[in-house]
Antibody, heavy 119, light 112 residues
């Protein structure tokens, strides 16, 4: 059974760095075609893709946030970590991680974690 | 930049009705278009991928169609659990940059 679970601080201050962890099970990110991505959804708004890491360690970022994002994989923990620097109140959102085997759509999602940016 | 526009923003129907949701791109795109259902406070659930293929476990009352720049999600007979927000999502690359991009529509709220 494939599961993903996001974790991270519920509250961060402006200018701080956010670190989110996606802990997954039921698959290996070392297996060919496996990929894990991060998304976010501000309250009442649409989803936005942030970053993706692939089985071969290729990493991709949305252009508008590329300078602030870093995605990485810890195989010993089965975790994908997303770091976002210089947080701002507009970054307040629910952050999701999800899996794709095709690279085109996402078949399993975590339940999301709400991050509020406020002083 | 390709933008996905979903219509209508809100669709008010009753159980048993047929629902037709539209997703239109600003230019002709690949068929790597997906549809997701999102219940309040929950993660998105993949319904349709590659424009018309149903994801595992999705009831056959959900169907996807379309090509080019116009795509449709149809729910043939609405069940109470189908009232939710629906998003379309497109996988995008360009000849100049093979890096992936994913863009979402703004959603259609299907309400009773």
């Amino acid at each position: 059974q494939v599961t993903l679970r996001e974790s991270g601080p519920p509250l961060v201050k402006p200018t701080q760095t956010l670190t989110l962890t996606c802990t997954f099970s039921g698959f290996s990110l070392n297996a060919r075609t496996m990929r894990v991505a991060w998304f976010r959804q501000p309250p009442g708004k649409a989803l936005e893709w942030l970053a993706r890491i692939d089985w071969d360690d290729y990493k991709f970022y949305t252009a508008s946030l590329q300078a602030r994002l870093t995605i990485s994989y810890d195989p010993s923990q089965n975790q994908v970590v997303l770091m976002m620097t210089n947080m701002d109140p507009v970054d307040t959102a629910t952050y999701y991680c999800a899996r794709t085997t095709t690279g085109f759509s996402f078949d399993h999602w975590g339940r999301g974690t709400l991050v509020t940016v406020s002083s | 930049e390709i933008v996905l526009t979903q219509s209508p923003a809100t669709l008010s129907l009753s159980p048993g009705d047929r629902a037709t949701l539209s997703c239109r791109a600003t230019q002709s795109v690949t068929d790597h278009l997906a549809w997701y259902q999102q219940q309040p406070g929950q993660a998105p659930r993949l319904l349709i991928y590659d424009a018309f293929s149903r994801a595992t476990g999705v009831p056959d009352r959900f169907s996807g169609s379309g090509s080019g720049a116009d795509f449709t999600l149809t729910i043939s007979r609405l069940e109470p659990e189908d009232f939710a927000v629906y998003y379309c999502q497109l996988y995008v690359t360009t000849h100049f940059d093979p890096s992936p991009m994913y863009t979402f529509g703004q959603g259609t709220k299907l309400e009773i």
